[in-house]
Nanobody, 118 residues
Framework: QVQLVESGGGLVQPGGSLTLSCVFW????????MAWYGQAPGKQRELVAL???????NYADSVKGRFTISRDNAKTTIYLQMSDLKPEDTAVYYC????????????WGEGTLVTVSS
C-alpha cells in the first residue's frame, strides 16, 4: 500500500514563491510516475507537473517556466517549486503516484491548499 503526505501549502502574495513536498510511504518509489495536480475552486482537478522514474518532466502550459518538479529517490519525496505565483494558481494541490508496471493504479494524497492573494 502507498500513502502520500503533502506539505508546504499556505498563503502567499502574488509574485511570491512556495515549495510543496510530498513524501511517499511505501516501496519501490523509484519505479513510480509522480505528479502534482491542482484543483481550483469550482473546477476539475488538472495535471500541473509530472516526473517520470527517469526524472523527465512535463508541465501544464500555464506553469511552464514558473514551476519545477523534482524527486529525491533517497528520501522518497517529490517537490514542486513554485515561483512568480499568480492568483489563478490558487488551488488545492494533490500529489499523485502511479506505478510504472501498473499504470491503471493511482494513489492520491489528501492535498495541500495554496492561496495566492494580496
Amino acid at each position: 500500500q502507498v500513502q502520500l503526505v503533502e506539505s508546504g501549502g499556505g498563503l502567499v502574495q502574488p509574485g511570491g514563491s512556495l515549495t510543496l513536498s510530498c513524501v511517499f510511504w511505501g516501496t519501490d518509489f523509484s519505479n513510480y510516475y509522480m505528479a502534482w495536480y491542482g484543483q481550483a475552486p469550482g473546477k476539475q482537478r488538472e495535471l500541473v507537473a509530472l516526473i517520470t522514474p527517469g526524472s523527465s518532466s512535463n508541465y501544464a502550459d500555464s506553469v511552464k517556466g514558473r514551476f519545477t518538479i523534482s524527486r529525491d529517490n533517497a528520501k522518497t519525496t517529490i517537490y514542486l517549486q513554485m515561483s512568480d505565483l499568480k492568483p489563478e494558481d490558487t488551488a488545492v494541490y494533490y500529489c499523485n503516484a502511479r506505478p510504472m508496471q501498473r499504470p491503471s493504479v493511482d494513489y492520491w494524497g489528501e492535498g495541500t491548499l495554496v492561496t495566492v492573494s494580496s
